[in-house]
């Protein structure tokens, strides 16, 4: 049961240390959808979105309204289309059209699921929704991209991944004259989730029930704000009892609204994302959490574990809190998005290498990092591969989401503003591994898979 007191203990929290629910989404099956005909196809994938999310976004304002919680974002997730294009054949651009003509007709703020899942080989209907990606992300507003190219079972998708390094340079150089946009609403994952509420790599997953609110809890500032309190020589385990005590009372929090949602939607609810999802707002940085650990700056060493006990912290925090933890769960790392991190990189205390470090022990992978212009497609699709290894290796979910500055100096950057932020191009290593890349085929999924 619920206890409203732990509820009400988080007010500070929201007043003062910018806690907010991150997002309510619904997921929504669009199995039922598919169709020969595209054009019927789009018709009744418009037709049950629009049906099932006509209320989301006012029963979001009207749980802020009751408990004086934010909710930032409403959002939608659904079947990966490619399935559909599977079906129905035809230009899958028409399918990402009318996502986005039904979300905004809702009013949510982004809708993903224009997606596949190719970790072990690719169909007709993938590489077709593949190479539609950068036209259609160019093409509209609120749609979001991903692409699963490997797993802990299967593999990585080499060949996937080579044509992942292309469609990310192509999604940037399409939308240029717009701070190269589409290439931040694409997502490349290895060991992909079925039940993300984040963007932009949320889908719905075909385990998944018809339609599920999923609820994503943010609260970088809270975490720093308690550990500020603490004595600057209290030892390791002290610290980290104090971040599982913060995570379960912002659990709390989640599962309370996501109950809700659902009961109201008349629908079930899922899961709740427990992640520290950053935003360049000041007090909302994940890392400032590891500088008021003890580093002076994010990028020292010491980042990686830090990190690492932070993400385990909160999992063991939100776990006591919900049976219904999931997603992602930990402490994510979006470079253009953290205040923390967006100032150790313009100083020159982190970069990518230190980052993929982070990644093996973070929640997700390399996030909103923007690379050079001119970073070729192979460098691109072999930075991809390197994630997705650490993935495949680990058992977890890692992912990549890199924004080419088209047109833009090496000195430069690209700000778009809001929950994106900005951030400096950062250098990459140019030393070619197009011999590699260009092998195509499967590497071939780890000895640890084998677990039946």
Not at 54 to 62: C, I, P, R
Not at 91 to 97: E, Q, S, V
Not at 124 to 148: F, K, R, W
Request: with cysteine; proline share 4%; net charge negative.
């Amino acid at each position: 049961m619920i206890n409203m007191n732990d509820i009400l203990e988080t007010l500070n929290m929201i007043e003062n240390e910018n806690l907010d629910i991150r997002t309510i989404t619904m997921g929504i099956s669009l199995v039922d959808c598919a169709d020969g005909d595209i054009d019927r196809a789009c018709e009744k994938v418009y037709k049950k979105i629009t049906r099932c999310a006509k209320d989301l976004v006012a029963t979001g304002e009207q749980i802020e309204r009751k408990y004086g919680i934010p909710i930032v974002n409403k959002r939608i997730s659904v079947t990966p289309i490619s399935q559909l294009v599977a079906a129905s054949g035809g230009d899958p651009i028409k399918y990402a059209k009318t996502l986005d003509k039904a979300a905004k007709d809702v009013g949510v703020n982004f809708i993903g699921g224009y997606s596949a899942l190719v970790h072990k080989g690719m169909s007709a209907g993938d590489l077709a929704l593949i190479e539609s990606i950068p036209e259609a992300l160019a093409q509209t507003d609120h749609v979001c991209s991903s692409v699963n190219i490997g797993s802990t079972r299967a593999g990585i998708n080499m060949d996937a991944v080579r044509l992942m390094g292309n469609i990310v340079r192509e999604c940037a150089v399409l939308t240029q004259d717009n701070m190269c946009v589409g290439a931040t609403k694409l997502v490349v994952f290895c060991n992909a989730v079925e039940d993300n509420p984040f963007m932009a790599g949320a889908f719905h997953g075909v385990g998944e029930p018809d339609v599920v609110i999923n609820v994503g809890v943010s609260g970088p500032g809270v975490v720093r704000a308690a550990l500020a309190k603490l004595p600057k020589d209290a030892p390791l385990e002290v610290v980290a009892e104090e971040i599982k005590r913060t995570a379960f009372k912002i659990t709390r929090m989640g599962q309370l609204v996501g109950t809700e949602a659902a009961e109201t939607l008349s629908v079930p609810f899922g899961i709740v994302d427990i992640s520290l999802a950053p935003t360049p707002a000041v007090g909302d940085s994940v890392a400032h959490i590891l500088e008021e650990i003890g580093l002076d700056q994010v990028g020292a060493y010491g980042t990686v574990a830090t990190l690492a006990m932070l993400n385990d912290a909160v999992k063991k925090g939100g776990v006591m809190a919900s049976s219904s933890v999931g997603g992602l769960s930990g402490a994510f790392i979006p470079v253009s998005e953290d205040a923390g991190m967006i100032a150790a990189v313009e100083q020159g205390n982190l970069n990518i290498e230190m980052l993929t470090a982070m990644t093996a022990v973070c929640s997700v992978g390399l996030d909103m990092i923007v690379v050079p212009g001119d970073t070729t497609a192979e460098v691109i699709s072999a930075i991809i591969a390197d994630e997705a290894a650490i993935g495949m290796i680990n058992s977890k979910t890692t992912a990549v989401r890199l924004i080419p500055a088209i047109g833009v100096s090496d000195e430069g950057e690209l700000d778009w503003g809001g929950l994106f932020g900005k951030a400096k191009v950062m250098p990459l290593n140019t030393t070619k591994p197009d011999v590699f890349v260009h092998r195509g085929g499967r590497i071939p999924a780890p000895i640890q898979s084998l677990k039946n």
